[in-house]
């Protein structure tokens, strides 16, 4: 059984950055795309990155150029890189295998973007 446990999120201010990370335990990590999703308030949680067990990316629109996901295997860990920070980014992000598993989702973490 897989655990994933996020973290790294807190309060920024538009512009700026925050590296989000994702430990899991298990040993399928390393054979699975994962993702990071966002679900913003009153909204649908949603996928915005995407990584494969290879290490090639997809990125839905709105993050592209300012978003990074990337995987350290030997670690267990996945991250979010999110740079230029605008306050649409806010919400609660949350790691999980994609396509996604019901069972797997974890706490999140809280991203807010305010000035």
């Known amino acids: 059984q897989v655990q994933l446990v996020e973290s790294g999120g807190g309060l920024v201010q538009p512009g700026g950055s925050l590296r989000l990370s994702c430990a899991a335990s298990g040993s399928s990590f390393s054979i699975n795309a994962m993702g990071w999703y966002r679900q913003a308030p009153g909204k649908q949680r949603k996928l915005v990155a995407v990584?494969?067990?290879?290490?090639?990316?997809n990125y839905v629109d709105s993050v592209k150029g300012r978003f990074t996901i990337s995987r350290d295997n030997a670690k267990n860990t996945m991250y979010l890189q999110m740079n230029s920070l605008k306050s649409e980014d806010t919400g609660v992000y949350y790691c999980?295998?994609?396509?996604?598993?019901?069972?797997?989702w974890g706490q999140g973490t809280q991203v807010t973007v305010s000035s």
């Open positions: 999980n295998f994609a396509p996604k598993r019901g069972d797997y």
């Open positions: 990584i494969t067990s290879g290490g090639s990316t």
